[in-house]
């Protein structure tokens, strides 16, 4: 019974055991692109930034300043 409630692919796979397989898997790409960013660095990864720019723009103008007297 419950066979019939089930969608497949055209293949034949069973698109809920896979949508359950992906879950149980770990990270998405995304995610997995975001963590990477976040934890190593990198080149073009500013979008996965969770900096405040204008606060470090103000700790380096306070630093600077610092510096100078």
């Known amino acids: 019974m419950e ?3 089930r969608k497949y692919t055209v293949a034949g796979t069973d698109i809920e055991a896979m949508k359950e ?3 149980r898997s770990g ?4 995610e997995a692109i975001e963590f990477i ?3 190593t ?5 500013h979008i ?6 204008e606060a470090v723009k ?3 103008e306070q630093s ?3 510096k100078r007297h």
């Not at 990270?27 to 995304?30: F, G, I, P, V």
């Not at 660095?41 to 990864?45: D, H, I, P």
Request: glycine content about 6%.
């Open 37 to 39: 960013a976040k934890t």
């Open 21 to 23: 397989q992906a879950r």
């Open 48 to 53: 996965y930034s969770d900096t405040d720019v």
């Open 58 to 60: 103000k700790q380096n």
């Open 64 to 66: 600077e300043n610092v």
């Open 3 to 5: 066979k019939e409630n």
């Open 27 to 30: 990270l998405s790409y995304n």
């Open 41 to 45: 660095g990198g080149r073009n990864t």
